[in-house]
């Protein structure tokens, strides 16, 4: 298995090493031959030699059974360069077209949500990757005067659409509760979120198994805070999925577990914390690289090293339940030492 590691910008080296500390015990408690392919993407990069990904990098890339990434951002470039011009072109030229999101209360981790226990909150959010508010399709006229008009389009093709729900589907269909809700606004969203409802329900039609739910985006926001036990696989377009993740990541305790993967179920797929590059904890060894870690277990799970997988996550959830706090700074014990203790348990 060759492994593309990206670390970034910011934290994600000191993430990315901790995370490649559970692969390695990984690799030798269930025989894995793992190889890695340092690859150095991001701000810092850009801004010492002008390139942002050049073909040859995301030949590269294509090139690597899986991507672990630690995160991507520079507070000396300009907003969108590095987004657009890493992150969002990996998952457009490679595919990686549904976004997972597992959301889920460890055990011993307190969530914001005063009374929430680990039965609570249980989910996987999948969000579609390459579309809607995200393609990059608009206009912007008469910028700077009093006439400025700025659109933003939301493109959404039925077999975007389709191939994003029918995984969600598959997904459902492996987990014990085989519940599916798709978020979208279709009172007032009548194109977009009506593709995404009719879509639903035709996909729902060949999975009979599949308890299928629809709610408004609003309306979920607040049920996941008040009855997040409700929900099981939700699906939902680019930029709905974007918001409600980040409230997903709130009520499992925070950033410090929140893992995301960009998912070509064809091809390379690519693995990363959501948390970002945390700025002004580079160096410090306070900054929390259990979602990261957490990454790497989603990238096992992937590939097929499912066993592996969920040893990783195992380790994850106990190190988790066992640590004062997940905020960077207060987990009572450094980067590196959290690092080691999951690392320990993946070993056995």
């Known amino acids: 298995m060759k492994i593309a590691v990206v670390g970034g910008d910011g934290t994600g080296p000191e993430v990315v090493a901790e995370a490649q500390k559970a692969l390695d015990a990984a690799a030798g408690r269930f025989a894995l031959d793992v190889g890695y392919v340092p690859m150095d993407l991001g701000g810092s990069r850009y801004l010492r030699t002008g390139d942002v990904l050049t073909d040859e990098d995301l030949a590269q890339l294509k090139s690597v059974d899986a991507i672990l990434l630690g995160a991507i951002g520079h507070p ?11 992150l969002l072109r990996i998952r457009f030229e490679m595919n990686q077209y549904v976004n997972v999101r597992p959301i889920k209360l460890y055990p011993g981790v307190t969530s ?8 609570d909150v249980d989910m996987v959010v999948v969000r579609e990757n390459s579309e809607g508010l995200y393609a990059g399709s608009g206009s912007l006229e008469e910028e700077g005067t009093p006439d400025e008009v700025a659109i ?30 798709m978020l979208g606004k279709t009172n007032v969203l009548t194109y977009a ?4 409802e009719r879509v639903t329900n035709e996909v729902a039609a060949d999975h ?12 979920a926001a607040l049920w996941l805070i008040e009855d997040p036990g409700r929900y099981d696989v939700i699906v939902t377009d680019n930029m709905f999925g974007d918001i409600i993740t980040d409230l997903g990541a709130a009520i499992q305790g925070g950033l410090g577990v929140a893992v995301g993967g960009n998912i070509n179920p064809e091809g390379v797929s690519m693995f990363e914390p959501i948390g970002g590059t945390a700025p002004g904890f580079e160096g410090t060894g306070q900054i929390n690289p259990l979602a990261a ?19 990783v996550e195992e380790a994850v959830a106990e190190v988790a339940g066992s640590l004062p706090s997940l905020r960077a700074g207060e987990m009572g ?16």
């Not at 994003?164 to 599916?180: H, I, K, M, S």
């Not at 009979?208 to 309306?219: L, M, S």
Request: hydrophobic share 40%.
């Open 76 to 86: 000396d470039v300009a907003p969108g360069i590095l987004e657009r011009g890493i």
């Open 112 to 119: 914001p949500v005063a009374g929430l226990s680990a039965d």
């Open 152 to 181: 933003q389009e939301s493109v959404n093709t039925r077999r975007g659409v389709e191939r994003c729900v029918r995984y969600a589907f598959e997904l459902a269909q492996t987990r014990p509760r085989r519940q599916l809700t």
């Open 193 to 196: 979120s009506g593709l995404w």
């Open 208 to 219: 009979p198994d599949v308890k299928t739910d629809y709610a408004h985006v609003d309306a």
């Open 293 to 311: 870690i957490g990454a790497a277990a989603m990238l096992l799970r992937t590939v097929g090293e499912t066993e592996a997988g969920e040893t």
């Open 333 to 348: 014990i450094t980067t590196s030492e959290v690092g080691d203790r999951v690392a320990e348990l993946v070993g056995g």
